[in-house]
């Protein structure tokens, strides 16, 4: 498998993270995809045929690459006492709220099925959360042509992947919205902040790297492009689009203004969600015991969906969110329509200063003053655009500001016409 071969097929270097348990949408994917990146579904807690009818889904929307996210199983290891005391106090919860509780049981997800539906319906890129699979499922998969991009934490996890046969590796910083993508659920591994992460991880690993964690706005691509990323991977940014499936309370806690935490409350495994009632009160206690506490909220999770109520939902989202701006910031892409949108790059190089800058319509790529014109015009429709960081030339010695107030300081003879080309990520 040739290493960043889908990497090299995209026009921006976004890639939309996996979304389990409803955001994740063929809509939301074939909309990334069309837009120049790579669009991702879930089939985290999805039938191996909902998989299926999702992948027909996107290829009837798209022909661009897109790739599918599946949980590896992970081992039966659970302290029977801690889950038995949590057990009760969730069951004591369940009944304030009026309403029942799950199974907590473990399961697999039906991997195997959805291995099968995989090698038959060949999404360009199969990812993997929560370990690595054996050199053996790999292989199958890239007999299948697909690739594979294994979730890393640590840099002993990026070897073992590597090892494995991976053809890049989605290297998940603590910043990251919902579970850890770790290959084990124990305090203080896996928890490495994402620049800090990309740099330890490049050492020990020639694959690509997709960062992914906390990113939200062009500056933060930029960051992890610098950082030695080939692509960023963002979730919670896609969490409040329409093309989402994201609930409505999911939607207004986003806009809330409130924390994030890391919790095994709603899961019992660790995973960064906006805190609410349900989180503060369930936290400390919550044992490692996926997927078994899963089961055991389901009941409770759906009920406060149906009753639009924040306090007993598992909030995902990265810790960005703090930052949020409502409304339409500039240079972000937080709440950004991707429906009939052009993607705007801005490209923002090293030092502050302006170097490049292009707008991408479809596949061509206009200058300088056309993309700020761009920007200037699409702002109000389109919410904030897409900025990235790049290049840094020729040398010109204009600090980074509004797009139109640049523009005005550019000489026309500084620009050029010039095409994306994933290529100039590498040159950093
Ligand atoms: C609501 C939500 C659901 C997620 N579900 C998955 C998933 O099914 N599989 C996976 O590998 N990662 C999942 N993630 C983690 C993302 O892949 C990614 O690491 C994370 O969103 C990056 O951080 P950010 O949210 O700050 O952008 C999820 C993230 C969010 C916010």
């Not at 009837?60 to 599918?68: E, I, K, N």
């Not at 949590?86 to 069951?91: A, C, G, M, T």
Request: net charge positive; charged share 20%.
């Amino acid at each position: 498998m040739g290493s960043g071969g889908v990497l090299d097929q995209l026009r921006v270097p976004v890639v939309q993270a996996p979304m389990a348990g409803g955001p994740s949408t063929p809509a939301l994917a074939a909309a990334v995809s069309e837009a120049g990146g790579l669009g991702f579904l879930a089939a985290g807690y999805r039938t191996a045929a909902a998989v299926h009818d999702d992948i027909v889904a996107v290829r009837a929307a798209t022909d661009r690459p897109f790739g599918v996210n599946v949980f590896v199983p992970t081992p039966d290891r659970v302290d029977r006492s801690l889950l038995a005391g949590y057990v009760e106090r969730v069951r004591r919860e369940a009944v304030t709220y009026r309403c029942a509780t799950g199974d907590a049981v473990w399961g697999d997800d039906g991997w195997e099925e959805k291995l099968a539906t995989l090698v038959v319906e060949r999404p360009p890129v199969v990812s993997v959360a929560f370990g690595c699979p054996g050199a053996e499922v790999i292989g199958r998969l890239h007999g299948a042509g697909i690739e594979v991009w294994v979730t890393v934490t640590e840099p002993a996890e990026a070897e073992a992947a590597t090892a494995a046969g991976a053809d890049a590796l989605v290297a998940q910083g603590i910043e990251a919205g919902a579970h850890r993508g770790a290959f084990s659920d124990v305090d203080g591994v896996g928890e490495i902040g994402l620049l800090t992460l990309l740099r330890l991880v490049a050492r020990v690993t020639d694959l690509p790297l997709i960062a992914s964690g906390g990113l939200c706005d062009g500056a933060g691509v930029a960051a992890v492009l610098v950082g030695g990323a080939r692509a960023a991977q963002l979730g919670t940014a896609f969490l409040d689009t329409p093309e989402a499936g994201t609930s409505a309370p999911h939607r207004a806690a986003l806009r809330g203004g409130r924390r994030t935490l890391l919790t095994r409350a709603f899961s019992g495994r660790r995973a960064r969600g906006i805190v609410n009632g349900f989180l503060a009160r369930n936290t400390a206690l919550a044992p490692a015991a996926y997927p078994h506490v899963v089961g055991l909220t389901a009941p409770l999770r759906s009920a406060a969906r149906e009753r639009d109520d924040p306090e007993m939902l598992n909030l995902w989202a990265g810790q960005t969110l703090c930052g949020r701006r409502s409304g339409t910031g500039e240079g972000g892409i937080c709440g950004a329509r991707w429906s009939g949108c052009e993607v705007l790059c801005v490209l923002r190089a090293r030092g502050g200063r302006v170097a490049r800058c292009c707008a991408i319509r479809g596949r061509a790529a206009v200058g300088l003053r056309g993309a700020l014109r761009s920007a200037d015009a699409w702002r109000p429709h389109t919410g904030p655009a897409l900025t990235l960081g790049l290049f840094h030339q020729p040398p010109v010695a204009t600090p980074i500001g509004r797009p139109s107030a640049v523009s005005k300081r550019r000489s026309p003879s500084a620009v050029r016409r010039i095409s994306y080309s994933p290529s100039w990520c590498r040159l950093w």
